[in-house]
């Protein structure tokens, strides 16, 4: 993603890529002029006006940790998924001083879904209609169900007013009796490349809506992250989601 990223922006033109953040350091790797590991990158991260962070929880969790200080008065935009409670608190800390954009997806399509989803949930009520959904993602995504689902599973609760932990149900197995009311499901798949699939059905005793999103390509989360970094430039420190981006 990253490398994908990079190729967008320097393709879009209206970007300066400085370097990036790896395991090891290194130049001219990736097509990148510097690459620094997350120890050695205060002085990156000074330089840089935005910072994009997608990558695996633990090295976020790192990032923001050891690099808070040098993040203060930047912008940064993350598509990590599966975020520790901990570090949400730290973002909301930095964003008294930053622009944090933290987005389980920034597909254009998925952002839309999610404002449709919470208004099919406003209209088809927990008495009259069950919530499933159902994600599939490629084989080496380490997380599940992933933050899109539970993304779209936050905006169901929102819009029916209860909390989203006192409703989840994570697959089924076994004797577990009858479906409750207001039970919201998540079912993960994992096999192959898939980009990202996701669907919410919505089932009633007597008709059936499901709305659904297909990511042909992972460049559209690139995509996205592009445009969140382009909109968030100079923006006033605080938290930031792709709705404000898409002004939806």
Sequence with gaps: MGQTVVR?????GDFDVIGGIDRE????????????TIDGAADLIRRAAVVIDFSASEATTQFIRDRAGDLRGKAIVIGTTGLAPDIEAALDTLARETAVLLSANFSIGVNLMLGLVEEA???????????EIVE????????????????????????RGIQLDHARKDGRSGKGGARPT????????????????????????RE???ISHHAADRAIFADGAIRAARWIAGKPAGRYTMKDVLGI
């Design 8 to 12: 967008l922006m320097r393709e879009a």
């Design 25 to 36: 350091a290194s130049t001219n790797a990736h097509n990148l002029p510097r690459i620094d």
């Design 121 to 131: 949930a406003r209209v088809l009520d927990a008495e009259h209609f069950d919530v």
């Design 136 to 159: 599939a993602h490629h084989r080496h995504k380490a997380d599940a169900p992933s933050g899109t689902a539970l993304a779209l599973g936050r905006a169901i609760a929102k819009a």
């Design 182 to 205: 207001g039970e919201i499901g998540f079912h993960a798949l994992r096999g192959g490349e898939i980009a990202g699939d996701h669907e919410v059905a919505f089932i009633g005793a």
């Design 208 to 210: 059936q809506l499901a």
